[in-house]
């Protein structure tokens, strides 16, 4: 198992910039891959982006080019740069991670999420 904590959210103009970060503690056995989601007001959780062990990389058409993902090695941290943001990238972000336990089963973890503003 794996517990989550996100951070570096908060306010910025629009074409600013952030970066969140995603600290993983707990028992790592094996992780799949880490990720992040976002949700806005009225609307459903959605893929922003994951990052495999083998370091491949998946971006929503949304924010791609504007965006990376990135870990190190151990998976002690996941990080999101986020940059030229526009207003309707307004959401809770959510950091996510996807295990396989010694018995090969699958989990879902979640973060309690970090709130991104972007307003004039």
């Known amino acids: 198992q794996v517990q989550l904590v996100e951070s570096g959210g908060g306010l910025v103009q629009p074409g600013g910039s952030l970066r969140l970060s995603c600290a993983a503690s707990?028992?790592?056995?094996?992780?799949?891959?880490m990720g992040w989601y976002r949700q806005a007001p009225g609307k459903e959780r959605e893929l922003v982006a994951f990052?495999?062990?083998?370091?491949?990389?998946y971006y929503a058409n949304s924010v791609k080019g504007r965006f990376t993902i990135s870990r190190d090695n151990a998976w002690n941290t996941v990080y999101l740069q986020m940059n030229s943001l526009k207003p309707e990238d307004t959401a809770v972000y959510y950091c996510?991670?996807?295990?396989?336990?010694?018995?090969?089963?699958?989990?879902?973890?979640w973060g309690q999420g970090t709130q991104v503003t972007v307003s004039s």
């Open positions: 996510n991670s996807n295990e396989r336990s010694t018995t090969g089963m699958t989990y879902d973890y």
């Open positions: 707990g028992r790592i056995f094996s992780i799949n891959h």
């Open positions: 990052i495999t062990r083998s370091d491949n990389t």
